[in-house]
Each structure stands twice: as structure tokens, then as C-alpha cells.
């Protein structure tokens, strides 16, 4: 079954019901749509579309920003089989994002565009006209689906098996390497859907997010109210607001805007008032990086006596590839927290329902992959977290499969024939079987003495000892273990004459006799354009060397 077919079932259900609802350009405002009005909207889209010679299967680069319309516009493509492609964030003014789009839209053998009017300008500096055959207007789309008179009936094709179609292009923020095009399919939106379910989230829930996690929601039959801030502008008072306005009990936040709050949370808890502050939240997810344990405790504290009984913040692990793939929640974070504290890397807890994690084996820490076998490294020793399950991709679109995916990034089992995608990632599984991280592959720091640093295990010792925010990176010809730290407007001199004071406390954490040292980095870190959480660190590793 087309998943966007329950789109159609929750409008017979609850007709009037708020699908959507979309904050207007920082102000009080909200943009809404019903659920009947959304099905019957992107009914006409759909039929527009097919008019206009867009097909099923069809690649087609999609330029307008998260509204209602992009909503409409989408769920019309999916009724089609149309392909959406959601490239990462690119700011396009620059010549040199403007290649770099240009050479993804080229792999991925686009066929269609779509954009706003305004956006569409930019195809002469794009020179999108050669790399697709059909550029469509958002605006003519608009006039045809806003005009009551047109036909809103659809029928979606049941003739074909959907679940292993594509359904959308979603591309990896290229933080750590090139941007890839995963193709998400029928069947792990679905399997996205029924975890969801699992988590006890259904059709009473009132859902607040960013705009990248709305396109399943409504399909569960909830009320999506979305902001289309970054991270680091959502501040804590507007999702207080909003979630005591909608009466919101499920979140997901980035991890910035989740610091923010929590630091909200504080600020307006000066006279010690046991009261929550957001009664109606029963569950937060944060994914893209993990938060200090005194984030989560401030938030838990101020969420609905209804949570879960082992918390209602969910730390969600996942990528780009599949999602969501494990989870830890509050009881387990705060437990787990000193051992972090202690150089043990950062828990992750157990892996969600129906997703298998293995740590496997690799042949060099800094090298390619060993796909000769899924060999699993006994327990609590640092290996690959590689995946397998119903919400993990299969293949990468076109071209990027065979430059990028495939035995790049996946081992085979030669016993049983499954294969296991690799994320890139290291960590280790503890005797409780849950699954700790340590940090990315191409990350970790070899030393010219042989001896391995993990940004996730030595990180964490120095923050938590002087509540900062450190990088370990790759150094000039890596003498040492070097660590370059945010500027906060402390004092240098002294915090680097502590830094340099711990040095054998650190050592003797990690177990190892390490020369440390310390740079100060004026400004914020550079990260990812997603989340805006991880660090990038290849940048600082260049400044550094440069430096």
C-alpha cells in the first residue's frame, strides 16, 4: 500500500481535525490545514501534476520552503509516485554550493523541478534547464489545488506493489563527507510509522517539531505543529509557548534548541516553584547529538506526570541512512552519565523495535572497510555500529549508489547472506547489551606512537570538569593529543593552565600516557547545517594545521 493511502483514512475519521499547523514567519500566527483539506488539496495537486507530465518514478528537485504548500505539494508527489528530492542545505549565493548542487542534482539523474517562483530564478545560475526535462511553477500548482471547482478525487494506482518504490530523496548534510542521496521507500515509512505506534504515540497526540520530521506524523492521525527556525534561533520561551498553547504532548528537538529550553526552564524557575512549566509534554526526543545530564534532568522535571515511567526524554540515535535506530531515556542517561564523565564514551542505550545492531570489525581505523565478512568484536571491545532492520535505507539514488554505497558502506554476513549497513560510527556493547559511542570513524586520532584518542571518550572528561565545549581533532603530524576549545569569553590563561594541571587525570581516565595540547578557537564551532550540533571537525582540524 502507497503509505500516504492513510492520509485518506484519518480524514474519513476526524475530517476537521488540524493536520498542520505552520507558525508564520517568527510572529504569534499559525498557518493551518485539515486533514480533509490536505487530502483534497493534494488531491488536485497530484492531478496537476499528472497533467503536466510529471510520472511515476519521476526525479524531481523540490525548491520551496517548509509551509502548508510544500505539504500539499509533497503529499500530491507521493500520491503520483513522483520522487521528491530534498538536497541538504546549501546557501546558494556562493558559486561553490552552487557546483556542489549542481554535481548532486547530476548523479542523481534528476528529471523535474519544482520551485517557487522566486527560488526558480535561480535555475539560469543553477543551469538546472539542462540537467531536467520539466520545470514547474509552485504557483500554477497553487491556483489549480486553491480552486474548490477543480476535481478533488484521486485515485492512487493499487495495481502496483509500492512498498519497495521510492518514495523520497533525502540527502546526508555531507559533514563528514560527501552529501549522499538515501532513498527512503514505502516500507520504511511504514516501519517508521509502526515504532512510532509502538511508543504508545497515536491519534491524540499533538506533535511540535522543526520542519524536517513532518512528513509521517499526520499519517497517525495527530496534529503536526511545526516552526521553521534553525536549531540555535528556536528559542526556549517560543516552544514553552507553543507546546501550553497546542496543549503539545510529544516534541522532537535538536539539541540546541533543547539547551535552550532547559536553559529557559531555569530562568523562569528563580523562586524555586515546584510547578512544571510544560504539564501537557509527556515525551521529548533529541537525536543529532546527545545533551549533558543536566539538560535532561531540568526538562524532566518540568514534563507530564503522564511520561513514561523510565522518562519521557528519549536521546534517539539514527542517521540520515535509517532512522530512528536506538534510544536512551532519562533514568538510563542520568545513570550512565558519570561513566561518560569517566572517559566510557556516550550510552545510546538499546536498539528500538526491529532494528539489529552489531559491532563489527574493520580492517584500519583510518582505512577502507573489511566487507570480507560481518564479523562481530566481542563485547565492550570498540568496533563499527552497523545496522540492519525495517527503518534502515537499501540503496542510494542513481549514481551515488555505485561512487558512495554499496560494499562503501555495507559488510556481508557470509553465513546467513544479510548485510549489515556500517554508519561510520564506533562504539561497544556492555554487558547490559546496550550500545555505547565513542565517535565517527573518521574522527578518532591516531597518535604517531600507535595509541588511538575517541572524541566521545575524552571530550566529555574535560567538559564536564570545567563546563566547556572541546574538540579533539587531528593536530600537525598528531605528536600530540590536540584539543581545541570554544571561546565562551573565559579567561585563557587560566583555564589553559588548569587544562594543562589535568593532563594526568585525563591520562590516567583513558588509561593512557598522553602529551595533551590546548587551543582556544575564537568564535562558536563550526557544525553540521542539520542540526546544527556536531561539530565539524575536518574545519578545525585544518585551522589548527594552518594555525
Known sequence: MNFISLLSEKTRSHPDKIAFAFRQNNSKYYDQISFKELDHKSNRAAIYL???????????????????????????????????????????????????LRSILGRAKIEGVIGSRKILSLTFLLRLRSLSQKILSLNGIKTYYSNSDNNSEYIIDSDIDWLDKPVFVKYTTGSTGPSKGVIYN???????????????????????????????????????????????????????????????????????????????????????????????????????????????????????????????FHLVYGATEGFPLCQNQTNNIIQTYSETKLGKGICLGK??????????????????????????????????????????YTRLVADDEKAFGGPLTWALDQNDGSIWHRTGDLGYTDNENRIWLVGRKKHCVKLSNDITLYPKQVEPI???????????????????????????????????KKLVQSIPTLCKLLGKNIDFSFSLYEGEFPVDSGHEAKIRREELSHWLCDK
Open 50 to 100: 499528472k497533467n503536466n507530465g510529471f510520472k511515476r518514478g519521476m526525479k524531481t528537485l523540490v525548491m520551496v520552503r517548509p509551509s502548508i504548500d510544500f505539504i500539499i505539494l509533497i503529499y500530491g508527489m507521493f500520491k503520483v509516485g513522483i520522487i521528491p528530492l530534498f538536497p541538504p542545505n546549501l546557501d546558494l549565493k556562493q558559486r561553490s554550493e552552487r557546483k556542489k
Open 186 to 312: 514505502h516500507a520504511m515509512l511504514h516501519s517508521h510509522i509502526k515504532i512510532l505506534e509502538s511508543e504508545g504515540i497515536n491519534s491524540d497526540d499533538i506533535f511540535f517539531g522543526r520542519s524536517g520530521t513532518l512528513i509521517v506524523h499526520p499519517l497517525i492521525g495527530m496534529t503536526s505543529i511545526l516552526h521553521t527556525n534553525k536549531p540555535k534561533q528556536t528559542t526556549g520561551g517560543e516552544i514553552v509557548e507553543a507546546i501550553n498553547r497546542w496543549s503539545i504532548s510529544a516534541c522532537f528537538l535538536s539539541p540546541p534548541s533543547a539547551i535552550n529550553l532547559s536553559n529557559y526552564l531555569e530562568s523562569i524557575d528563580t523562586k524555586g516553584i515546584d510547578q512544571p512549566k510544560i504539564p501537557s509534554l509527556e515525551r521529548l526526543y533529541v537525536g543529532g547529538e546527545s545533551v549533558s545530564s543536566e539538560v535532561v534532568r531540568n526538562i524532566e522535571f518540568h514534563l507530564s506526570s503522564n511520561r513514561p515511567k523510565d522518562g519521557g
Open 351 to 392: 536498539a528500538v523495535g526491529g532494528v539489529r545492531i552489531r559491532i563489527l570489525t574493520f580492517r584500519n581505523l583510518l582505512g577502507d572497510f573489511d566487507n570480507s565478512s560481518a564479523e562481530d568484536v566481542s563485547s565492550n571491545s570498540i568496533g563499527e555500529i552497523s545496522v540492519r532492520g525495517p527503518v534502515v
Open 462 to 496: 574535560l567538559d564536564s570538569m570545567f563546563g566547556i565545549r572541546t574538540a579533539l581533532v587531528n593536530g600537525p603530524n598528531n605528536m600530540q593529543g590536540s584539543i581545541i576549545v570554544e571561546n565562551h569569553g573565559q579567561n585563557w590563561n587560566l583555564l589553559h
